[in-house]
């Protein structure tokens, strides 16, 4: 079975940025999408964007311009750079993989493997 680890996350000034990494084990990357979500108290798991098998990218309107996922094959790993960060950015970040088409690539029933996640919090 995939499983994911992610890391990077911690406490930063409004304006600041983060890089997040997903790693995979027991499987590789290739022939999945990955996907990023955020999650705030309270709140729902949010599609924050993600990397299909095909190679091309997807993010929500609210961190376009500032978040960046990118992938190092050598490393089993994906990235989501965060630049530009303000208050509204703090959950708990996810990365999950999952053969997902693109009618679900939004939503979490689109992913199959999750990982534990990793908290940001952006604090003055």
């Known amino acids: 079975q995939v499983q994911l680890v992610e890391s990077g996350g911690g406490l930063v000034q409004p304006g600041g940025s983060l890089r997040l990494s997903c790693t995979a084990s027991?499987?590789?990357?290739?022939?999945?999408?990955v996907g990023w979500f955020r999650q705030a108290p309270g709140k729902g798991r949010e599609f924050v964007g993600a990397?299909?098998?095909?190679?091309?990218?997807y993010y929500a309107d609210s961190v376009k311009g500032r978040f960046t996922i990118s992938r190092d094959n050598a490393k089993n790993t994906v990235y989501l750079q965060m630049n530009g960060l303000n208050p509204e950015d703090t959950a708990l970040y996810f990365c999950?993989?999952?053969?997902?088409?693109?009618?679900?690539?939004?939503?979490?029933?689109?992913?199959?493997?999750w990982g534990q996640g990793t908290q940001v919090t952006v604090s003055s």
């Open positions: 027991g499987g590789t990357f290739r022939d999945y999408t």
């Open positions: 990397r299909r098998a095909t190679g091309t990218y």
């Open positions: 999950a993989a999952g053969r997902s088409i693109l009618s679900t690539m939004r939503s979490e029933t689109g992913y199959n493997y």
